[in-house]
């Protein structure tokens, strides 16, 4: 009896060791706590890039210049005559002190007396002096009558002559002008006179002066 006791409890714990054994073991849960940190990615760590040694570039070619050559001076125009006379071309550059500006002229050596064209003459007396009032290069002037010249042809029309202040080079003269109507200056013999001679193929020789 005993036996079969024995034998009888033995099944039984076989039976509960065989279904212990069938069923799954629960699977645990991942424990959370809160929010969920999102995970930051780490940024590569950059490695400076390795020195290179410097490369050597080849030094160009220097192609030596052509020497120019060495321009000759130019020849100083000559002004001046040996003896010391300025040498005045067939037209020159005159500053005159009525007109306040420099004037193109001719130069004549033919003519005797230096001529000046005006406009505009009016003869008055002033202190019981003969006076003439005329335009010279756009410029109003009143100057005594030197003198006057007689018409040609016995013409009773007088010519007035009056002194003004010509500027030319290293010329400052206080010459005499026949007054005629009309434009255009002519400095004659009186004005060039045992001071300059003329060189008819050369222009404006001395420079402006004032």
Known sequence: MRTLATCFVALILAGCA??????????????????????????????????????????????????????????????????????????????LDPAKKHVKVKVDSEVKLSTIGVTDIQEFERDGNDWIKFKASGQSVELPVERWLKGKNGSKDRQAVVKLRAKLGELNELTEFALTAGKGIVLGINFIRDVAIVDGTRKYVQPKSK
Do not use: F, N, Y
């Open 18 to 95: 065989q279904q212990t054994a069938r069923e799954p073991l629960p699977t645990p849960e991942p424990e959370t706590s809160g929010e969920v940190k999102p995970v930051e990615p780490t940024a590569p760590e950059l490695k400076e890039p390795e020195a290179q040694p410097p490369v050597l570039q080849p030094e160009p070619e220097v192609t030596p210049e052509p020497k120019q050559p060495t321009p000759e001076p130019k020849p100083v125009p000559v002004t001046k005559t040996q003896d010391g006379k300025l040498i005045l071309g067939a037209e020159e550059w005159v500053w």
